[in-house]
T-cell receptor
Framework: DTEVTQTPKHLVMGMTNKKSLKCEQH?????MYWYKQKAKKPPELMFV???????INESVPSRFSPECPNSSLLNLHLHALQPEDSALYLC?????????????FGDGTRLSIL | GQNIDQPTEMTATEGAIVQINCTYQ??????LFWYQQHAGEAPTFLSY????GLEEKGRFSSFLSRSKGYSYLLLKELQMKDSASYLC??????????????FGTGTLLAVQP
């Protein structure tokens, strides 16, 4: 079990659907991250939130829309996804974006686009 | 540019020692992390180096040479459960405001009886 909780664990959706991925942590961390990971590849950074404000967007297509409603929650809203978006989506958090604190990862949401 | 290299796969024997190397070229450097990831699971933090030298943590040790852009992870007394992917990640200073983690390609370690 990890201290970063992601729901759902699995999601299958069509290309016209709208769905959301959720991430929650109660460690008091003020930095939260979304990563995308394809099979046998390392995680690729998508977004960074620092103190509930978006600080990095790695040129992610607009069909992915992040939201940080409060310091414990991070959402990723999905709309009109493509089959190549099928991947494991990992959420992570750290105390801040600075210093030596490691990022703690959730177990991820495995997303399949039909 | 950003480049972090690791061997793709390694095989070792239970009870032995294995060293996983990582070389990096990044525009900034603010620390290097090692993570372990079992198939289908979350990456878990193993070690952190920001100064040159060796950091030891039980069966795992990590070494850093900033001048050479080089790190290694040393695993001793290998166990079957150590079979996993090992990810080297550099914290790069992103325009001075926010550090971001850049992951290497990962090394898939197979521990054999």
């Amino acid at each position: 079990d990890t201290e970063v909780t992601q729901t759902p664990k699995h999601l299958v959706m069509g290309m016209t659907n709208k769905k959301s991925l959720k991430c929650e942590q109660h460690m008091g961390h003020r930095a939260m991250y979304w990563y995308k990971q394809k099979a046998k590849k390392p995680p690729e950074l998508m977004f960074v939130y620092s103190y509930e404000k978006l600080s990095i967007n790695e040129s992610v297509p607009s069909r992915f829309s992040p939201e940080c409603p409060n310091s414990s929650l991070l959402n990723l809203h999905l709309h009109a996804l493509q089959p190549e978006d099928s991947a494991l989506y990992l959420c992570a958090s750290s105390q801040t974006t600075q210093g030596s604190q490691p990022q703690h990862f959730g177990d991820g949401t495995r997303l399949s686009i039909l | 540019g950003q480049n972090i290299d690791q061997p793709t796969e390694m095989t070792a024997t239970e009870g032995a020692i294995v060293q996983i190397n990582c070389t990096y070229q990044t525009s900034g450097f603010n620390g290097l992390f090692w993570y372990q990831q079992h198939a289908g699971e979350a990456p878990t933090f193993l070690s952190y180096n920001v100064l040159d030298g060796l950091e030891e943590k039980g069966r795992f040790s990590s070494f850093l040479s900033r001048s050479k852009g080089y790190s290694y992870l040393l695993l001793k007394e290998l166990q079957m459960k150590d079979s996993a992917s090992y990810l080297c990640a550099v914290r790069d200073n992103y325009g001075g405001a926010t550090n971001k983690l850049i992951f290497g390609t990962g090394t898939l370690l197979a521990v054999q009886p």
